[in-house]
């Protein structure tokens, strides 16, 4: 007999994998809605990139630019200047000071 009360799992009907430096990557059924209030046509069962380096020509899709300018991904750059304040080494591109802290700009 199952109880009723505890709660079942609920398997998502769409998955959003972020690629490693790349797009989204949208997998099940989605409606695709940009700022404008625009509705973009998506066949059911396809999976669709997004952009988001900022930099693509087909916005909201991913047209690959991202590896002709060498996107990093933000969690990416996140964990790389944390290891550096804890290792007091500064992010690329900064100088260190005493407190393991780039200088502002």
Same mark, same amino acid.
Request: charged share 30%; glycine share 12%.
């Given at each position: 007999m199952s109880d009723e009360s505890t709660p079942q799992p609920v398997t998502p009907?769409?998955?959003? %994998?972020?690629?490693?430096? =790349?797009?989204?990557?949208?997998d099940g059924p989605f409606r695709l809605v940009d700022a404008?209030?625009? #509705?973009?046509?998506v066949p059911a069962g396809k999976k669709v990139n %997004?952009?988001?380096?900022? =930099?693509?020509?087909?916005?909201?899709?991913?047209?690959?630019?991202?590896?002709?300018i060498g996107f #990093?991904?933000?969690?990416?750059?996140?964990?790389?200047?944390?290891?550096?304040?804890?290792t007091g080494q500064a992010p690329q591109g900064g100088q260190a000071t005493a407190g393991g802290q780039a200088p502002q700009a």
């Open positions: 009907s769409v998955t959003i %994998l972020a690629k490693n430096n =790349g797009p989204f990557l949208v404008d209030g625009n #509705e973009y046509d %997004l952009c988001r380096c900022g =930099g693509s020509t087909r916005k909201p899709f991913c047209d690959g630019t991202h590896s002709r #990093e991904a933000a969690e990416r750059a996140v964990r790389a200047a944390d290891e550096g304040e804890a």
